[in-house]
């Protein structure tokens, strides 16, 4: 139990659906991340807050959508997927912005698109 | 083009045994690294980090090696044991502005009881 949970763990959508994952932290941290695993990649950062703010936001498409309405709270909301979007989506938050911290991880969302 | 490395996918290694994971950076930035393992349905951990201005760092069984020069870093596991399975991913970030963690692709580690 890292303090990140994510719902939910398991999520299979069709490419016309809408969905939202949720991510909260409960370490009281002012950064928070989504990440992207998929297979035999390495993790791939989408976004980054911190202290609510967007600031990061690396080259994601526009069917991701993430919202952060306070420093424990994460979302990504999902709309008109791609099969090859299918991947595990990770949440992490840490205490201040940047990589000097290290990240605490959620358990991750396993997302499949058909 | 990947600027962390981790070009062994899988590693064995006998209960008792020294593991050692490899890592390689291409980005003279990365000034802080840091290793996380993941078990199976969960996320990464963190597990041990170094900072450039030092070349060893150990946490119990842990200790990790940073080689400037050879862009390389490596973690030890002494002696390794069967809870050490899982899969380790390196990561690297530079300090100056960029406040993304780059990560490898990650290293399969069995140990064999």
């Known amino acids: 139990e890292t303090g990140v949970t994510q719902t939910p763990r398991h999520l299979v959508m069709g490419m016309t659906n809408k969905k939202s994952l949720k991510c909260e932290q409960h370490?009281?941290?002012?950064?928070m991340y989504w990440y992207k695993q998929s297979a035999k990649k390495p993790l791939e950062l989408m976004f980054v807050y911190n202290f609510k703010e967007q600031t990061e936001n690396n080259s994601v498409p526009s069917r991701f959508s993430p919202e952060c309405p306070n420093s424990s709270h994460l979302f990504l909301h999902l709309h008109t997927l791609q099969p090859e979007d299918s991947a595990l989506y990770l949440c992490?938050?840490?205490?201040?912005?940047?990589?000097?911290?290290?990240?605490?991880f959620g358990p991750g969302t396993r997302l499949t698109v058909t | 083009d990947q600027q962390v490395k981790q070009n062994s996918p899988s590693l064995s290694v006998q209960e008792g045994r020294i593991s050692i994971l490899n890592c390689d950076y291409t980005n003279s930035m990365f000034d802080y690294f840091l290793w996380y393992k993941k078990y199976p349905a969960e996320g990464p951990t963190f597990l041990i980090s170094?900072?450039?201005?030092?070349d060893k760092n150990e946490d119990g069984r842990f200790t990790v090696f940073l080689n400037k020069s050879a862009k390389h870093l490596s973690l030890h596991i002494v002696p390794s044991q069967p809870g050490d399975s899982a899969v380790y991913f390196c990561?690297?970030?530079?300090?100056?502005?960029?406040?993304?963690?780059?990560f490898g692709t990650g290293t399969r580690l069995t140990i064999i009881p």
């Open positions: 170094i900072s450039s201005i030092k």
């Open positions: 990561a690297a970030s530079a300090s100056g502005g960029n406040e993304k963690l780059t």
């Open positions: 992490a938050s840490s205490h201040k912005r940047g990589g000097l911290d290290e990240q605490y």
């Open positions: 370490l009281g941290h002012n950064a």
